[in-house]
């Protein structure tokens, strides 16, 4: 009567599965991945079909998630470059250290432009910005030594370490 007034079929209501106890299979897979802990539910259904377990790949993955066993991306190992910057000196005065970098923007035409920024780190002032569309390792230098003439050498000159920074023409 129920199933009437719901208008869904008797047997779905009174449906028992045909699904096996997995309660042993899933020991055994827990068991695999206790044993080989780098090994997925790929590698794990393959060492349950060689044991004779007639399982799908699909119920292999639905256990092997139901028990926790996800692999987890490795973790990026910390660079050292943050290491390094405990060594630094504390900076007293003018021209002592320069950080140097470049900012990329694109103009409303789409074109791309290049600013080289020079900035002194103890006052905070910048004797140079340079926009360009495209540098070259030559541009930087030159930029450098019309600077440096006007202003005066620094003592050291930092950099981000960027792939921009890679030039045979910078290497004085």
């Not at 079909?49 to 692999?71: P, V």
Request: charged share 35%; proline share 2%; hydrophobic share 30%.
């Amino acid at each position: 009567m129920a199933c009437s007034a719901l208008r869904i079929e008797r047997s779905l209501y009174t449906y028992k599965h045909k699904r096996g106890e997995q309660a042993a299979l899933s020991l055994r897979i827990k068991e695999i991945c206790e044993a080989r802990v780098r090994y997925g539910y790929r590698r794990v259904h393959v060492l349950l079909r060689r044991e004779g377990w007639e399982i799908n790949m699909k119920r292999t993955r639905r256990l092997y998630n139901e028990l926790g066993l996800q692999l987890r991306n490795k973790t990026p190992k910390r660079r050292v470059k943050a290491k390094l910057r405990q060594d630094r000196q504390e900076i007293t005065h003018s021209n002592q250290v320069w950080a140097m970098d470049f900012v990329h923007d694109q103009l409303a035409t789409g074109k791309k432009i290049r600013v080289l920024t020079i900035v002194d780190t103890h006052s905070r002032y910048s004797p140079a910005t340079d926009p360009r569309f495209n540098y070259r390792g030559e541009d930087v230098v030159q930029t450098l030594e019309r600077v440096c003439r006007e202003v005066g050498y620094p003592k050291s000159i930092r950099v981000d370490n960027g792939s921009e920074f890679i030039s045979k023409d910078l290497d004085l």
